[in-house]
């Protein structure tokens, strides 16, 4: 019987630690690099010559860049969801997503503060934000909150990889050498015994209560942003928990799409199975009307007042100039994924994906929505400014930084999985002998 | 009868070629540009010239935005002239040129000179060229009467300071926007020894901590000697030190007047997460102490 359970062990091991990248893998990571290359020679460009080559101007102060802010900041608190409130509630089957749920968080507010850094124009005067910060701004919040969770997402990923980077060390002794002095350094000590669990343990129960709320005020903050300016579109109430439901949302999508691709790519169908992919689909039907409500809310109070200014911004969603990419949002985005998957079939892996992908993207479009069409509706318009200013079209410079960003951001993912295990190998043993035990 | 009405007609055939010969004519060249260039002299520094391009459309005069000059010192580029620097006008026309420090010497060299603006030759419009002329001048201003002003006006003749007179000038207060007048009276002449005396009746101007205000003298548009300014910090206003701590503490107040219920609920969020997360910084170095000491027991 113990040997049996020592095989399975070692056979999950074998299975689940990190690998060589394939032919295409290669090809994969190759292709994010020169991205991300030619996304810093934009931003070069830009740091040389200024703001001025993004289409920025007077009046959209605010473009791609801040959208994209809003973006990865959503998919950041995705951990807080999968790792620190499902493992509150002792959800056992949300254990194979969780380090995917954590790897995805980190990296989405690492390049959250890049690109917000990139907004700025000036990086070398952030540090005046803190010399001269008025506590009373929202940018200021902005600044702690995001510095906080980067920190809290750095250590929630590291603290239940201990145990994993004491069996790299083991079953990894080839690695090459300033790799296996990464794991040397951070997991050596690592014995797991029970003392060193218990404080481990301890320390992710203190970590996933603390996770909520900071993860529930870093998206509040960041919706108030906006939310504290008198702007049409942006003066509402509403915009704390639209923003954090179309946060889970956004964040649940991605973890679906990174699901299907790991499991895809790594054969880890054993682990991420149909129920797997079952159970995410009716976490995002409930998150979608969810955040559909909040939507309601958000366009259909002010259609049914018709303030003279919020007929303007919402005619240009609704019918007008955004009208494509507003509809494209709400059904493609929202109403189609949500539909698919209150069918059965709907929540196998392949419609999952595809919903996945319509929900990410369509999130995306829809942070663009919420930044660019009130920037450009000011209740006073500005006099003697060229007509140019009254329109805002990203130029190559913007585009090529935003999607080195994200690209940056599907590298950092990428690589992890090359050098670390993907799923958590040591939580997944212990489970299985607890089941075994039970 | 007959020929009164040839007559007639041959005045009107006559006026309708003419019209269709200026209406062609029109078609065929260019609009007019017009230039007008001014020195303005500040605090008897080296002169800022600016330029005003203008254009008739439609009857009306139109600024010429975004429209290169190139100014020369004393002679054009053809006659070998020093060029001073090229720019190009603003959406309004507009457009303000330095004399370089490269040029200081040449400048100085001479009592007068010319600055000539040219602009080349484009699809909508001639080149031009407008010549101004420079007098060198000087300002003084001597406040050392209580309340009284002595202005001091000269130009650079025969190698020396010559005072100028008969000419008008205005003396007041610079204030946020405008120049205040510090007398009921707007303008003064210059009398034979280039002097005006003004008297300074505003009382209770708030100036800075020291009570300072700026006396500015001044001359607008000169014919001869363009335009003319000069600035002189005097104690003869009200000490005022703005109270930065004037509206409270409030959500629009400056950094260090934050309201007290914010700063609380702030520090409580910020204390309470970073204490949080040291504890668990410091949980991981436990988690590193126990494995070693694990380690060196031999477990």
Redesign the interface.
Same mark, same amino acid.
């Given at each position: 019987m113990e040997n049996n359970k020592l095989t399975a062990d070692e056979k999950l091991i074998a299975e689940l630690m990190p690998r060589k990248f394939n032919k295409l893998g290669v090809i994969w990571v190759a292709l994010l690099s020169v991205i991300c290359v030619f996304g810093l020679y934009a931003y070069i460009l830009q740091l040389r010559y200024g703001l001025v080559v993004t289409g920025l101007r007077d009046y959209a102060s605010w473009g791609i860049y801040i959208s994209n802010f809003e973006f990865f900041v959503s998919i950041s608190i995705v951990a807080a969801l999968f790792t620190a409130i499902l493992r509150l509630f002792n959800v056992n089957w949300a254990t194979p997503i969780t380090r995917i749920a954590e790897i995805i968080a980190f990296s989405g507010i690492l390049f959250g503060a890049i690109i917000i850094i990139v907004d700025m124009g000036r990086p070398e005067r952030f540090y005046n934000l803190f010399i001269?910060?008025? !506590?009373?701004s929202p940018i200021l +919040?902005d600044v @702690?909150v995001i510095c906080?969770y980067l920190? &809290?997402s750095v250590?929630l990923l590291? @603290?239940p990889l201990?145990p994993d980077l004491k069996l790299l060390i083991e079953r990894k002794p080839k690695a090459v050498a300033f790799l296996h002095g990464i794991y040397k350094f951070f997991g =050596?000590? +690592?014995?797991g =015994?029970k003392?060193?669990e218990k &404080? *481990?343990n %301890? =320390?992710v129960n @203190? !970590?996933c209560v *603390?996770m909520v709320p &900071?993860a529930l @005020?870093v998206k509040s903050v960041t919706s108030w942003l906006f939310a504290t300016t008198f702007r049409t579109g942006w003066d509402s109430n509403n915009f704390g928990a639209y923003f954090i439901s179309g946060a889970f949302l956004v964040g649940a999508g991605c973890v679906v799409v990174a699901m299907y691709i790991y499991r895809k790519y790594w054969g880890l169908e054993k682990y991420i199975t149909d129920m797997h992919f079952d159970k995410m689909g009716r976490i995002l039907v409930l998150l979608a009307l969810i955040y559909g409500y909040f939507n309601i809310n958000e366009y259909m109070l002010p259609f049914f007042k018709v303030k003279k200014e919020e007929e303007i911004l919402l005619n240009s969603l609704f019918s007008g100039s955004y009208a494509v990419a507003f509809w494209s949002a709400i059904i493609g985005g929202m109403i189609i994924p949500t539909v698919i998957m209150l069918f059965k079939n709907g929540r196998k892996p392949v419609p999952m994906f595809i919903c996945g992908l319509l929900i990410v993207t369509g999130a995306w479009i829809k942070r663009y929505l919420i930044v660019t069409p009130t920037m450009l509706l000011p209740f006073l318009p500005m006099h %003697?400014v060229?007509p140019a200013y009254t329109h805002y079209y990203p130029t190559w410079q913007e585009w090529a930084i935003d999607i080195a960003t994200l690209a940056g951001a599907l590298l950092v993912v990428t690589l992890f999985t090359r050098f670390f295990p993907i799923l958590p190998i040591q939580e997944l043993i212990n489970e299985s002998h607890e089941k075994d035990n039970k | 009868m007959r020929k009164i009405i040839n007559n007639i007609t041959a005045i009107i055939i006559a006026a309708l070629m003419l019209q269709c010969a200026v209406a062609a004519a029109d078609e065929t060249s260019k609009a007019p540009l017009k230039v007008d260039a001014s020195l303005l002299l500040v605090n008897n520094q080296a002169p800022f010239v600016s330029v005003t391009l203008k254009t008739k459309i439609d009857r009306k005069f139109t600024p010429v935005a975004d429209m290169e000059v190139q100014f020369y010192l004393d002679k054009d580029a053809a006659s070998g002239g020093q060029l001073i620097g090229k720019a190009k006008t603003n959406n309004r026309g507009k457009l303000t040129i330095g004399i370089p420090a490269s040029l200081q010497a040449a400048w100085k060299a001479a009592p007068t000179h010319k600055i000539i603006a040219v602009t080349a030759k484009t699809d909508k419009f001639d080149e031009t060229s407008t010549e101004v002329n420079c007098v060198k001048t000087r300002v003084t201003l001597d406040t050392a009467e209580d309340k009284n002003v002595k202005m001091k006006l000269e130009e650079w003749k025969d190698d020396h300071w010559a005072p100028v007179k008969d000419a008008e000038v205005k003396i007041g207060v610079k204030r946020l926007l405008s120049d205040l007048n510090i007398s009921e009276k707007e303008t003064y002449k210059t009398d034979s020894a280039g002097e005006v005396v003004a008297e300074f009746k505003k009382t209770g101007l708030p100036g800075d901590k020291n009570g300072n205000i700026i006396l500015v003298a001044k001359m607008d548009d000169n014919d001869t000697y363009g335009s003319l300014r000069f600035e002189k910090p005097i104690p003869w206003g009200e000490k005022y030190v703005p109270e930065s701590g004037a509206l409270g503490r409030a959500l629009w107040a400056g950094r260090f007047h934050s309201p007290w219920w914010l700063l609380f609920i702030a520090y409580f969020i910020i204390i309470g997460v970073w204490g949080s997360l040291a504890f668990l910084v410091m949980a991981i170095f436990k988690i590193r102490a126990i494995g070693l000491k694990e380690k060196a027991a031999g477990k």
């Amino acid at each position: 019987m113990e040997n049996n359970k020592l095989t399975a062990d070692e056979k999950l091991i074998a299975e689940l630690m990190p690998r060589k990248f394939n032919k295409l893998g290669v090809i994969w990571v190759a292709l994010l690099s020169v991205i991300c290359v030619f996304g810093l020679y934009a931003y070069i460009l830009q740091l040389r010559y200024g703001l001025v080559v993004t289409g920025l101007r007077d009046y959209a102060s605010w473009g791609i860049y801040i959208s994209n802010f809003e973006f990865f900041v959503s998919i950041s608190i995705v951990a807080a969801l999968f790792t620190a409130i499902l493992r509150l509630f002792n959800v056992n089957w949300a254990t194979p997503i969780t380090r995917i749920a954590e790897i995805i968080a980190f990296s989405g507010i690492l390049f959250g503060a890049i690109i917000i850094i990139v907004d700025m124009g000036r990086p070398e005067r952030f540090y005046n934000l803190f010399i001269f910060g008025r !506590l009373q701004s929202p940018i200021l +919040w902005d600044v @702690i909150v995001i510095c906080t969770y980067l920190c &809290v997402s750095v250590i929630l990923l590291y @603290i239940p990889l201990m145990p994993d980077l004491k069996l790299l060390i083991e079953r990894k002794p080839k690695a090459v050498a300033f790799l296996h002095g990464i794991y040397k350094f951070f997991g =050596s000590f +690592w014995t797991g =015994s029970k003392e060193q669990e218990k &404080v *481990a343990n %301890n =320390s992710v129960n @203190i !970590l996933c209560v *603390a996770m909520v709320p &900071v993860a529930l @005020i870093v998206k509040s903050v960041t919706s108030w942003l906006f939310a504290t300016t008198f702007r049409t579109g942006w003066d509402s109430n509403n915009f704390g928990a639209y923003f954090i439901s179309g946060a889970f949302l956004v964040g649940a999508g991605c973890v679906v799409v990174a699901m299907y691709i790991y499991r895809k790519y790594w054969g880890l169908e054993k682990y991420i199975t149909d129920m797997h992919f079952d159970k995410m689909g009716r976490i995002l039907v409930l998150l979608a009307l969810i955040y559909g409500y909040f939507n309601i809310n958000e366009y259909m109070l002010p259609f049914f007042k018709v303030k003279k200014e919020e007929e303007i911004l919402l005619n240009s969603l609704f019918s007008g100039s955004y009208a494509v990419a507003f509809w494209s949002a709400i059904i493609g985005g929202m109403i189609i994924p949500t539909v698919i998957m209150l069918f059965k079939n709907g929540r196998k892996p392949v419609p999952m994906f595809i919903c996945g992908l319509l929900i990410v993207t369509g999130a995306w479009i829809k942070r663009y929505l919420i930044v660019t069409p009130t920037m450009l509706l000011p209740f006073l318009p500005m006099h %003697n400014v060229p007509p140019a200013y009254t329109h805002y079209y990203p130029t190559w410079q913007e585009w090529a930084i935003d999607i080195a960003t994200l690209a940056g951001a599907l590298l950092v993912v990428t690589l992890f999985t090359r050098f670390f295990p993907i799923l958590p190998i040591q939580e997944l043993i212990n489970e299985s002998h607890e089941k075994d035990n039970k | 009868m007959r020929k009164i009405i040839n007559n007639i007609t041959a005045i009107i055939i006559a006026a309708l070629m003419l019209q269709c010969a200026v209406a062609a004519a029109d078609e065929t060249s260019k609009a007019p540009l017009k230039v007008d260039a001014s020195l303005l002299l500040v605090n008897n520094q080296a002169p800022f010239v600016s330029v005003t391009l203008k254009t008739k459309i439609d009857r009306k005069f139109t600024p010429v935005a975004d429209m290169e000059v190139q100014f020369y010192l004393d002679k054009d580029a053809a006659s070998g002239g020093q060029l001073i620097g090229k720019a190009k006008t603003n959406n309004r026309g507009k457009l303000t040129i330095g004399i370089p420090a490269s040029l200081q010497a040449a400048w100085k060299a001479a009592p007068t000179h010319k600055i000539i603006a040219v602009t080349a030759k484009t699809d909508k419009f001639d080149e031009t060229s407008t010549e101004v002329n420079c007098v060198k001048t000087r300002v003084t201003l001597d406040t050392a009467e209580d309340k009284n002003v002595k202005m001091k006006l000269e130009e650079w003749k025969d190698d020396h300071w010559a005072p100028v007179k008969d000419a008008e000038v205005k003396i007041g207060v610079k204030r946020l926007l405008s120049d205040l007048n510090i007398s009921e009276k707007e303008t003064y002449k210059t009398d034979s020894a280039g002097e005006v005396v003004a008297e300074f009746k505003k009382t209770g101007l708030p100036g800075d901590k020291n009570g300072n205000i700026i006396l500015v003298a001044k001359m607008d548009d000169n014919d001869t000697y363009g335009s003319l300014r000069f600035e002189k910090p005097i104690p003869w206003g009200e000490k005022y030190v703005p109270e930065s701590g004037a509206l409270g503490r409030a959500l629009w107040a400056g950094r260090f007047h934050s309201p007290w219920w914010l700063l609380f609920i702030a520090y409580f969020i910020i204390i309470g997460v970073w204490g949080s997360l040291a504890f668990l910084v410091m949980a991981i170095f436990k988690i590193r102490a126990i494995g070693l000491k694990e380690k060196a027991a031999g477990k």
